[in-house]
């Protein structure tokens, strides 16, 4: 049975920081390109942060030189360290693992920035 769980969500003041993990179970873990995504209340589901299996990483404009995507895969688990949180990045954050026509989403963790 695959999974993913995330973790790591809570709240925070702006300007503070938190640290993502997304872990990964029933499956070829290093195969799978990973995406974070996020969904506020009333918005789209919006890519946030993406790592492919060979490492290469992309960040949307917004997050840029305050988040940072990695990924271990002796430990089936992806993070996603979030520094200098604005209000705007109040969210629910998902991991999406993909490969070919795998296709896998976690249940998301809340992530609440107070200004």
């Known amino acids: 049975q695959v999974q993913l769980v995330e973790s790591g969500g809570g709240w925070v003041q702006a300007g503070g920081s938190l640290r993502l993990s997304c872990a990964a179970s029933?499956?070829?873990?290093?195969?799978?390109?990973i995406d974070w995504y996020r969904q506020a209340p009333g918005h789209q589901r919006e890519l946030v942060a993406s790592?492919?299996?060979?490492?290469?990483?992309n960040y949307r404009d917004s997050v840029k030189g305050r988040f940072t995507i990695s990924r271990d895969n002796a430990e089936n688990t992806v993070f996603l360290q979030m520094n200098s949180l604005k209000p705007e990045d109040t969210a629910v954050y998902y991991c999406n693992a993909y490969w070919r026509r795998y296709d896998y989403w976690g249940q998301g963790t809340q992530v609440t920035v107070s200004s």
């Open positions: 029933g499956i070829t873990f290093s195969r799978f390109d």
């Open positions: 790592i492919s299996s060979a490492g290469a990483t």
